[in-house]
């Protein structure tokens, strides 16, 4: 079965493309990606602040039931035309992987489906590869998270 | 050199998981590693030469000690790393199409 989200990422090269087709009316997956509301619901992340216009800026956060931050993410929206693209800057904040830039652009197939393709730009190879690894690490951070917790409490 | 090991054999586990990720920000030896795991040294040494064998840990001697270093490109090497990565991103894209969906029934 194919799969419906596809990430390219070439060997060498400082970019990813992400693309993927909805069954929705491109108005809708745009809507998705514009109101603050919907944003929250889908990046598991509360949404601090999200002007989706030109010159608008956004800021994510996760925290974890005690209220430290798990994650936070920052940008500028440089680019925002409803139903058609998004171009905006990326940062995760505390990590040493640098600024993306992201472009978004929203295409309508028929009616009732849509298609997104995400191209991000970091700042070097490096950087990308790291990102690409990161829900891996994730995973690591959690599973090390979880030892220290079980650690302490023995002390 | 055991070729039954393998890198996926070698990050199915939890202990040699974390181990990877406390290696990955700095090199240390078997001793400041086990210091972290509430685990029996020679368990921890266990991990150490299955992640070695496998090429995701590196020895280094460094005057009398040795010191674990994290092989990024071993890692990199894994064929599916990128796998994770895709499906965060579809899980996302999932969940936009089951919320959106309600939005179109409301119309």
């Known amino acids: 079965m194919e799969q419906k989200t596809k990430v390219t990422a070439e060997d060498g090269k400082q970019e990813m493309v992400i693309t993927r087709e909805f069954d929705l009316p491109v108005e809708l997956l745009f809507k998705a990606h514009a109101e603050p509301g919907i944003v929250e619901q889908w990046m598991g992340s509360k949404v601090l602040k999200m002007e989706s216009k030109k010159h608008g800026s956004y800021q994510l956060q996760k925290t974890d039931a005690q209220g430290t931050v798990l994650f936070g993410a920052n940008g500028v929206i440089h680019e925002f035309s409803p139903n058609r693209k998004i171009t905006r800057t990326f940062e995760m904040e505390n990590t040493p992987f640098g600024v993306q830039l992201e472009i978004y652009e929203f295409e309508k197939l028929t009616d009732d489906t849509s298609k997104l393709t995400m ?37 | 050199m055991n070729l039954r090991r393998d890198v996926f054999q070698a990050i199915a586990d939890p202990t040699r998981r974390a181990i990877l990720l406390l290696v990955a920000s700095q090199s240390l030896t078997a001793g400041a590693i086990a210091a972290n795991f509430d685990t029996a040294r020679p368990t921890v040494s266990k991990h150490l030469q299955i992640l070695t064998e496998c090429e995701l840990l590196q020895q280094e001697q460094n ?35 089951v919320i959106m969906k309600q939005y179109k029934t409301k119309k």
């Open chain 1, 119 to 155: 191209h991000v730009i970091y700042e070097s190879v490096a950087q990308r590869d790291q990102v690409l690894q990161l829900p891996f690490a994730q995973g690591l951070n959690y599973a090390h998270n979880q030892l220290q917790d079980i650690v302490s409490k023995l002390r």
């Open chain 2, 63 to 97: 005057g009398r000690e040795i010191y674990y270093h994290f092989n990024a490109k071993k890692m990199k090497e894994v064929a599916d790393f990128i796998e994770p990565f895709r499906k965060m991103w579809d899980d996302r894209f999932n969940k936009i199409e």
